[in-house]
């Protein structure tokens, strides 16, 4: 039936039919449903799992297909989204175009000057192709504009940042009404609302109201409502070509064209289509401009809208089955911002992770997210692209409750502190590292403190961690049992102790301690080459600065190393294992494996022998293909120190949505996501470290997933090892130790009591001493300590000098030494 609906829809096409387009729905659709109509290369409009799936039509193939779906029906037409544009009476206005959103925008500045500052982020395409002179473009003049609020507005001041951006998709209009409509807001309560003057004082907010003007002048002139992309001329005629329904051979969608997992699930390489990914990553000058606005500062979160489909959605949503590092703690923010906002037919939105609605590659969340650590979302607004003009005000209105809950956000469940020099006092980037989820296997950034203020703001749920502060040349500070509270921010000033640079000496070797001669060691957190072992397995690094690192170690034929290590010198000893704990080369059967669909043993390829596991082993997979390979017995993580997967690969997966995915569980019923395999690649070897899991057990699967659409060879899968070892590592005597005790301050700054805490693991009997001083260098008061106890010692400083006089506002330097030598320092501030 399939196959003759798909000849039926090319000879439509190629009849050259055409009729005004509507979207229409079909009721309680079937995953696959969406799959075979996003990859017959229909624009899907809005999908709803289990619920709906809208799709824009004309009238022949809505003929053709309802038949095969009885529930299809019109739910917006062309005539209706043109009308929604204006309200049609004089008090309610309509939709802002470009000129009037300016015009407010400067308005807005001089109004509120001392508030917002209003700057442009560049030209459009559009614009320039303007101001070359290519007359297609006459009526077009349009820069990207941002707007700063903050209450020093001219100041980079030392606060958390966060964004509104609108428009990324010109057919939604309602995105750029929805920023306006919270920037208004706040400006308009600041100094009346308590609430919106903290967040104003203690915030710096930007808006990008209209990403994409060049695009929304198609769709606001009513050239084209079904205009979703920016004007890029993909053809490089110097025409405007939008073709029929928003499908024009111009054009790229702009949500896209991020530079974070580019480039294959509903996204295409066709320049004609609606999800044309451009070029290359951020080859559009309007993703361009919003990439290096949020370069400029440390956005700790933010939120693109979107219409339609009442959702809050989080990363990751590149691959299905993605649980990110961070997935707790976003979700319940976006739990918490959806039951503020009311549906427009009752009941609220609806929280989900982005590849649940479905995958999408190259978007703004998951380069903010993956990139950067931000906490971004997407909330798709009402219920069709363009609501009514009527309704814009209240669905705008609607969601003002969610965006103040994100910036106010910062204000619990949050880790957030300044790490200065302990020695000047000057401010540091260090890295904030949080065991549990930094050694999360999908982590793709760094957490760092800010340069210029040395902030940090690490958002988490509420419960107990361990925290290593790092950078190279400074003692790390180890923060044990750091609490989490619901209700306010936990707040740590940390002062690192600089270490003074060393010889280092590492030495690779194998489990025998035979050195390893050409093994590859790469430091994953810096940005340098990778290093290479001599013929005695060692590694000299000299001006070395200790401290904590990330190692990535390989050698051929061993287990690859993938863990933080301190080194502190003067020599680190590392053994890699060649005994795996499962070998697996397919030789000789998949008694190993539990097997659904086609999966089995190929001979046309393999990476060694005469066998290898595939997908399809007889030739091309199949359409609507769901299956798995599986390890049959989960591997056991108990008393192992370094986990490690290692494959060679070989695919040759269509892009049109098909790919095969490399997943575990700790329970065999629960998956998550690990990697993905798409597009074409050669014999590869693929390794990956499970250290996360230590301590539990790990079951494995690759699962394949095809499409109704294309096909291809599939994946092969040779020589599989898994190597589990115990005591990888063995450091040496070191001469930059790290700190047996946890010290830290809290409330800083202070103006009553500040809080000296100190921690450590074991008893120290040896008296302890905490010497404040002032910016000359002056002893101010000295708190001592008989001894120290497991757990957690408070030890107040009331803010008084040895001879109990009130010490003035400033900054004090609070130093923690044991029998004359010098643990750590940290600064403290006193504000009265």
Same mark, same amino acid.
């Given at each position: 039936? @399939?196959?003759?609906?798909i000849?039926?829809?090319?000879?439509?096409?190629?009849?050259?039919?055409?009729?005004?387009?509507?979207?229409?729905?079909?009721?309680?659709?079937?995953?696959?449903d969406?799959?075979?109509?996003?990859?017959?290369?229909?624009?899907?409009?809005?999908?709803?799992?289990? /619920?709906?799936?809208?799709?824009?039509?004309?009238?022949?193939?809505?003929?053709?297909?309802?038949?095969?779906?009885?529930?299809?029906?019109?739910?917006?037409?062309?005539?209706?989204?043109?009308?929604?544009?204006?309200?049609g009476?004089?008090?309610? $206005?309509g939709?802002?175009?470009?000129?009037?959103?300016?015009?407010e925008?400067?308005?807005?500045?001089?109004q509120?000057?001392?508030l917002?500052?209003?700057?442009s982020l560049?030209?459009?395409?559009?614009?320039?192709?303007?101001?070359?002179?290519?007359?297609?473009?006459?009526?077009?003049?349009?820069?990207?504009?941002?707007?700063?609020?903050?209450?020093?507005?001219?100041?980079?001041?030392?606060? $958390?940042?966060?964004?509104?951006?609108?428009?990324?998709?010109?057919?939604?209009?309602?995105?750029?009404?929805?920023?306006?409509?919270?920037?208004?807001?706040?400006?308009?309560?600041?100094?009346?609302?308590?609430?919106?003057?903290?967040?104003?004082?203690?915030?710096?907010?930007?808006?990008?109201?209209?990403?994409?003007?060049?695009?929304y002048?198609?769709?606001?002139?009513?050239?084209?409502?079904?205009? @979703?992309?920016?004007l890029?001329?993909?053809?490089?005629?110097?025409?405007?070509?939008?073709?029929?329904? &928003?499908?024009?051979?111009?054009?790229?969608?702009?949500?896209?064209?991020y530079?974070?997992q580019?480039?294959?699930?509903?996204a295409?390489?066709?320049?004609?289509?609606?999800t044309?990914?451009?070029?290359?990553?951020f080859s559009?000058?309007?993703?361009?401009a919003? @990439?290096?606005?949020?370069?400029?500062?440390?956005?700790?979160?933010?939120?693109?809208?979107?219409?339609?489909?009442?959702?809050?959605?989080?990363?990751? &949503?590149?691959?299905?089955?993605?649980?990110?590092?961070d997935?707790?703690?976003?979700?319940?923010l976006?739990n918490?911002?959806?039951?503020?906002?009311?549906?427009?037919?009752?009941?609220?939105?609806?929280?989900?992770?982005?590849?649940?609605?479905?995958?999408?590659?190259?978007?703004?969340?998951?380069?903010?997210?993956?990139?950067?650590?931000t906490?971004?979302y997407?909330?798709?607004?009402?219920?069709?692209?363009?609501?009514?003009a009527?309704?814009?005000?209240?669905i705008?209105?609607?969601?003002?409750s969610?965006?103040?809950?994100?910036?106010?956000?910062?204000?619990?469940?949050?880790?957030? &502190?300044?790490?200065?020099?302990?020695?000047?006092?000057?401010?540091?980037q260090?890295?904030?590292?949080?065991?549990?989820?930094?050694?999360?296997?999908?982590i793709?950034?760094?957490?760092?403190?800010?340069?210029?203020f040395?902030?940090?703001?690490?958002?988490l749920?509420?419960?107990?961690?361990?925290?290593?502060?790092?950078?190279?040349?400074?003692?790390?500070?180890?923060?044990?049992?750091?609490?989490?509270?619901?209700?306010?921010?936990?707040?740590?000033?940390?002062?690192?102790?600089?270490?003074?640079t060393?010889?280092?000496?590492?030495?690779?070797?194998?489990?025998?301690?035979?050195?390893?001669?050409?093994?590859?060691?790469?430091?994953?957190?810096?940005?340098?080459?990778?290093?290479?072992?001599d013929?005695?397995?060692?590694?000299?690094?000299?001006?070395?600065?200790?401290?904590?690192?990330?190692?990535?170690?390989?050698?051929?034929?061993?287990?690859?190393?993938?863990?933080?290590?301190?080194l502190?010198?003067?020599?680190?000893?590392i053994?890699?294992?060649?005994?795996?704990?499962?070998?697996e080369d397919?030789e000789?059967?998949?008694?190993?494996?539990?097997?659904?669909?086609?999966?089995g043993?190929?001979?046309?390829?393999?990476?060694?022998?005469?066998?290898?596991?595939?997908d399809?082993?007889?030739?091309?997979?199949?359409?609507?293909?769901?299956?798995?390979?599986?390890?049959?017995?989960?591997?056991?993580?108990?008393?192992?120190?370094?986990?490690?997967?290692?494959?060679?690969?070989?695919?040759?997966?269509?892009?049109?949505?098909?790919?095969? /995915?490399?997943m575990?569980?700790?329970?065999?019923?629960?998956w998550?996501?690990?990697?993905?395999?798409?597009?074409?690649?050669?014999?590869?070897?693929?390794?990956?470290?499970?250290?996360?899991?230590?301590?539990?057990?790990?079951?494995?699967?690759?699962?394949?997933?095809?499409?109704?659409?294309?096909?291809?060879?599939?994946?092969?899968i040779?020589?599989?090892?898994?190597?589990?070892?115990?005591?990888?590592?063995d450091l040496?005597?070191?001469?930059?130790?790290?700190?047996?005790?946890?010290? &830290?301050?809290?409330?800083?700054?202070?103006n009553?009591?500040?809080?000296?805490?100190?921690?450590?693991?074991?008893?120290?009997?040896?008296?302890?001493?905490?010497?404040?001083?002032?910016?000359?260098g002056?002893?101010v008061?000295t708190?001592?300590?008989?001894?120290?106890?497991?757990?957690?010692?408070?030890?107040?400083?009331?803010?008084?000098?040895?001879?109990?006089?009130?010490?003035?506002?400033?900054?004090?330097?609070?130093?923690?030494? @044991?029998?004359?030598?010098?643990?750590q320092?940290l600064k403290a501030?006193?504000?009265?």
């Amino acid at each position: 039936m @399939r196959t003759l609906l798909i000849s039926l829809f090319m000879i439509m096409l190629t009849s050259g039919l055409a009729a005004v387009s509507f979207v229409a729905r079909i009721d309680s659709p079937l995953p696959e449903d969406y799959l075979y109509f996003d990859t017959q290369g229909f624009d899907i409009c809005g999908y709803h799992p289990d /619920e709906y799936l809208d799709v824009l039509m004309n009238q022949s193939n809505f003929d053709i297909y309802q038949s095969t779906y009885p529930s299809l029906h019109i739910t917006q037409t062309e005539a209706q989204l043109k009308a929604h544009l204006s309200s049609g009476t004089r008090d309610l $206005p309509g939709y802002r175009n470009y000129q009037q959103l300016v015009t407010e925008l400067m308005a807005l500045q001089a109004q509120y000057p001392s508030l917002i500052t209003v700057q442009s982020l560049g030209d459009t395409w559009a614009t320039q192709y303007h101001d070359q002179g290519y007359t297609a473009y006459q009526n077009y003049d349009h820069q990207l504009w941002s707007v700063k609020l903050s209450d020093n507005v001219t100041i980079n001041e030392d606060e $958390p940042c966060f964004y509104f951006v609108g428009e990324h998709h010109a057919r939604e209009p309602i995105s750029m009404e929805t920023v306006m409509a919270i920037l208004n807001h706040l400006l308009s309560g600041y100094g009346s609302d308590p609430e919106i003057t903290s967040i104003i004082d203690n915030s710096q907010i930007w808006f990008v109201p209209l990403l994409n003007p060049d695009g929304y002048k198609i769709v606001n002139d009513q050239t084209s409502v079904w205009w @979703r992309k920016n004007l890029i001329d993909s053809n490089g005629n110097h025409q405007i070509d939008i073709g029929q329904d &928003g499908s024009g051979a111009d054009g790229t969608d702009l949500n896209r064209n991020y530079g974070f997992q580019w480039g294959y699930m509903n996204a295409t390489g066709n320049a004609s289509s609606i999800t044309y990914h451009g070029a290359q990553p951020f080859s559009e000058v309007e993703t361009q401009a919003f @990439r290096d606005l949020l370069a400029t500062q440390p956005f700790v979160a933010g939120i693109s809208y979107h219409s339609y489909g009442e959702y809050v959605l989080y990363p990751f &949503g590149y691959m299905y089955d993605i649980v990110s590092p961070d997935a707790v703690e976003q979700q319940a923010l976006a739990n918490a911002m959806a039951t503020t906002i009311p549906g427009q037919s009752g009941g609220n939105y609806t929280p989900m992770p982005s590849y649940q609605l479905y995958p999408v590659s190259g978007s703004s969340d998951d380069w903010a997210y993956g990139t950067k650590g931000t906490f971004a979302y997407t909330i798709e607004m009402g219920t069709e692209f363009i609501p009514d003009a009527a309704d814009m005000n209240t669905i705008a209105q609607n969601n003002l409750s969610a965006a103040k809950l994100l910036l106010n956000r910062v204000n619990q469940k949050v880790l957030k &502190g300044h790490i200065t020099d302990a020695y000047t006092g000057e401010p540091l980037q260090a890295q904030i590292y949080v065991a549990g989820i930094d050694d999360n296997p999908l982590i793709t950034w760094v957490s760092k403190s800010d340069s210029t203020f040395g902030s940090f703001y690490r958002f988490l749920p509420v419960g107990t961690y361990t925290v290593k502060i790092m950078r190279p040349g400074y003692t790390t500070e180890v923060l044990n049992y750091v609490q989490i509270t619901s209700d306010a921010p936990t707040v740590f000033d940390i002062a690192l102790i600089p270490c003074e640079t060393t010889e280092l000496t590492i030495t690779i070797q194998n489990a025998m301690a035979v050195p390893l001669a050409g093994a590859e060691l790469q430091f994953t957190d810096l940005d340098t080459q990778p290093y290479t072992s001599d013929a005695e397995g060692k590694v000299h690094l000299s001006g070395f600065y200790p401290g904590s690192y990330r190692l990535r170690i390989s050698a051929t034929g061993y287990e690859q190393f993938e863990r933080l290590v301190a080194l502190n010198g003067p020599e680190v000893f590392i053994s890699l294992s060649a005994a795996a704990t499962l070998s697996e080369d397919f030789e000789t059967n998949l008694s190993n494996w539990t097997i659904t669909g086609t999966w089995g043993r190929s001979t046309t390829n393999f990476h060694s022998g005469a066998y290898s596991l595939a997908d399809s082993p007889t030739g091309n997979y199949t359409s609507n293909t769901n299956s798995y390979c599986r390890l049959a017995t989960p591997l056991s993580l108990q008393g192992v120190q370094n986990a490690n997967l290692q494959f060679y690969a070989k695919f040759n997966i269509a892009l049109d949505g098909d790919y095969c /995915e490399l997943m575990y569980s700790t329970t065999g019923v629960q998956w998550q996501y690990l990697d993905h395999y798409v597009g074409v690649s050669d014999w590869q070897l693929h390794s990956y470290s499970f250290n996360h899991l230590l301590g539990s057990q790990l079951y494995l699967r690759f699962h394949m997933s095809s499409s109704s659409s294309s096909n291809a060879d599939g994946i092969y899968i040779d020589d599989l090892k898994f190597f589990a070892s115990a005591n990888p590592v063995d450091l040496q005597d070191s001469l930059c130790p790290l700190p047996e005790i946890s010290f &830290g301050s809290y409330p800083n700054p202070f103006n009553n009591v500040l809080n000296f805490r100190l921690e450590t693991a074991t008893k120290l009997d040896e008296p302890l001493q905490v010497e404040i001083f002032n910016l000359k260098g002056q002893l101010v008061k000295t708190l001592d300590l008989s001894e120290l106890n497991p757990g957690i010692t408070k030890l107040p400083w009331n803010g008084v000098d040895r001879h109990n006089r009130a010490c003035s506002s400033g900054i004090y330097f609070a130093r923690l030494s @044991r029998q004359g030598t010098v643990l750590q320092t940290l600064k403290a501030v006193l504000m009265k």
